[in-house]
């Protein structure tokens, strides 16, 4: 089993900057796989950024160039650097994790919503005010 802790949202204006960051623990295999994903209110959980075993990453088009994945092996920890914040990048942020065969197989999971992947966190907030 993996257990995903998130923590460090809150409530900036836009054009701020927050970070996420996300403990994990468990077996390492189950989570050489790990992102961050998002749900907006009325809305489907989306894919932000995926990470793979091999350090290559995957974005949503709306935050590249804004938004930084990074891991910290040593603490188990996943971070998410978050610049120029817009209203509209407010939702719940989940930290989320799986087993992936290859980091091609990893990185596409990031357009496949909830089933794709195995393991969650229970979420922090985001709010981004105009």
């Known amino acids: 089993q993996v257990q995903l802790v998130e923590s460090g949202g809150g409530s900036v204006q836009a054009g701020g900057s927050l970070r996420l960051s996300c403990a994990a623990s468990?077996?390492?295999?189950?989570?050489?796989?790990m992102g961050w994903f998002r749900q907006a209110p009325g809305k489907e959980r989306e894919g932000v950024v995926i990470?793979?075993?091999?350090?290559?990453?995957n974005y949503l088009d709306s935050v590249k160039g804004r938004f930084t994945i990074a891991q910290d092996n040593a603490k188990d920890t996943l971070y998410l650097q978050m610049n120029s914040l817009k209203p509209e990048d407010t939702a719940m942020y989940y930290c989320?994790?799986?087993?992936?065969?290859?980091?091609?197989?990893?990185?596409?999971?990031?357009?496949?919503?909830?089933?794709?992947?195995?393991?969650w966190g229970k979420g922090t907030l985001v709010t981004i005010s105009s």
């Open positions: 468990g077996n390492t295999w189950r989570r050489n796989c």
């Open positions: 989320a994790a799986a087993g992936a065969q290859s980091p091609f197989r990893c990185r596409i999971r990031l357009t496949g919503g909830t089933s794709g992947m195995d393991y």
């Open positions: 990470i793979a075993s091999d350090g290559s990453t």
